[in-house]
């Protein structure tokens, strides 16, 4: 009786090895002391020129006021660039967008807030009497970039194009397609000419359309992320000579908001090396782990604290603030002025951020 040899058994398979996964990228505490301290800078900067207006930007009409203020103003002067640094640096490196959904998820983020703070400050002049046009009018001007009466929104209205800009490159290296990202882009580009050209055929005085951004923000952001992408200790593990850079960009700084004109451009040289000596004096530091917790709740509440602090600014200042001030009394009534807006701009951040508002107020 003929049997069937038994079938072989199958070949043994190799173990099938799990997905590699790419490392988990650590949070950067230091890049959060930064922005929290480009959020203060700002409402210093702000409230130094608060005292120099007060003076009429002359310091024969208020000594004390004008100095105080103009150090206050020059002080604060690092943080623009180091904003457009950071945002450079997240785009490009911390977080960059793997599609065209996800830059319009963070483009949602900061416009919706731009929106409802310009309908915010709007009417709050309009109670206060300070707005210099009709609402209606400023409204319809503030869809194109006008700043007022809110002037410190300029920064976003040049902050969203230069992520966008920054964005498309990284979409388009990574092989993608981000149409819809270009077409917004070309809009951008055309606009300001297209406006000029439609005002002078109609004889109509049409808004300014501000939808822009300077090449110096373009290589804020750009040069930023290099430096803040550097690993730690790139640039040396002394501190101090990156401080006293700081310290003589300040100092020229307030030199040239002085002796030659005010307000110093943020492409301006000496701007350009005091934000160094800040960004590199702080790049790579460790911050404690009893603090880290409290550092990142408040690095998310400075765009909130940023966006609302103009209005706690006005209210303190034109309560306080006067042009016959003693030297004394005007540097003490800066910090103290200074101080009450941070607290409260990021008291109310923090507030809102419990009850979850922060996507509507920021």
């Not at 190799?14 to 790419?22: D, E, H, I, Y």
């Not at 009429?56 to 020059?74: E, I, K, N, V």
Request: glycine share 10%.
């Amino acid at each position: 009786m003929s049997t069937t040899p038994p079938a072989p058994a199958p070949a043994a398979q190799p173990p099938q090895r799990a997905a590699a996964t790419p490392p988990a990228r650590e949070h950067r505490y230091d890049i959060d002391l930064i922005r929290l301290l480009c959020s203060v800078g700002v409402i210093v900067c702000h409230t130094g020129s608060a005292f120099v207006n007060t003076v009429g930007r002359t310091a024969s009409h208020g000594p004390g006021a004008y100095w105080a203020g103009l150090t206050a103003d020059s002080a604060g002067r690092f943080a623009v660039p180091l904003f457009f640094a950071i945002a450079g640096w997240a785009v490009l490196v911390g977080a960059p967008p793997k599609d065209g959904s996800r830059m319009r998820r963070r483009v949602v983020r900061i416009a919706v807030p731009l929106a409802v703070w310009t309908a915010l400050y709007l009417a709050w002049g309009r109670l206060r009497g300070t707005n210099e046009d009709p609402v209606g009018e400023l409204a319809l001007d503030a869809v194109f970039a006008s700043v007022r009466p809110a002037y410190h929104l300029w920064y976003l209205y040049a902050y969203l194009p230069v992520i966008m800009l920054l964005a498309f490159v990284v979409l388009v290296r990574a092989g993608k397609r981000p149409w819809g990202l270009g077409a917004v882009l070309l809009v951008l580009a055309a606009a300001p000419s297209l406006f000029g050209d439609l005002a002078e055929a109609t004889g109509r005085e049409l808004p300014r359309f501000g939808w822009a951004f300077g090449p110096y923000q373009l290589i804020y952001a750009v040069l930023g992320a290099l430096l803040i992408a550097a690993p730690a200790g790139t640039f040396g593990l002394r501190r101090l000579p990156w401080l006293l850079l700081a310290a003589a960009g300040l100092a020229g700084v307030v030199a040239y908001q002085h002796e030659v004109h005010y307000a110093i451009p943020y492409a301006h040289v000496l701007v350009a090396l005091f934000s160094c000596g800040v960004l590199l004096a702080l790049h790579g530091l460790r911050v404690p782990e009893r603090l880290r917790p409290g550092l990142t709740r408040l690095s998310d509440a400075s765009f909130g604290a940023y966006l609302v602090h103009v209005l706690v600014l006005g209210a303190l200042t034109d309560a306080f603030v006067r042009a016959d001030l003693t030297g004394p009394a005007a540097a003490a009534l800066v910090v103290a002025v200074a101080a009450a807006t941070t607290a409260l701009s990021f008291a109310a951040a923090l507030l809102w951020g419990r009850l979850g508002a922060s996507r509507v107020l920021g």
